[in-house]
């Protein structure tokens, strides 16, 4: 449904993740590290996730937000390039 926005959405100023596709593959999620941000999903949701860069290579973060605080996850490393495909197809809910 093009041009059609949920009303929760409307005030939302990033992206969010396409629903679970039904080949969607998991990641692995590994412990944080202080990295650059360079993308982030909308954080009005329970999960939301960072595209970061450190060192010439870079990986996708995920915060899961719980009742009594949050759970942050890192995929590996990768090449930039690579983690931009990542990127992409979590956008379209691909991958989570
Ligand atoms: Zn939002």
């Given at each position: 449904m093009r041009g059609v926005r949920r009303l929760e959405e409307v005030a939302c100023l990033s992206?969010?993740?396409?629903?679970?596709?039904?080949e969607c593959e998991p990641l692995q999620w590994l412990?944080?590290?202080p990295v650059g941000?360079?993308?982030?999903?909308?954080?009005?949701?329970?999960?939301?996730?960072e595209?970061?860069?450190?060192n010439g290579?870079?990986?996708?973060?995920?915060?899961v937000r719980l009742a009594d605080g949050h759970v942050i996850e890192e995929t590996?490393?990768?090449?930039i390039h690579k983690a931009r495909?990542?990127?992409?197809r979590l956008l379209r809910g691909e991958i989570q």
């Open positions: 992206v969010h993740p396409a629903p679970r596709q039904p412990p944080p590290q941000v360079v993308a982030y999903t909308c954080g009005c949701r329970n999960v939301s996730y595209l970061c860069h450190v290579q870079a990986f996708v973060r995920r915060t590996h490393r990768m090449p495909e990542f990127w992409e």
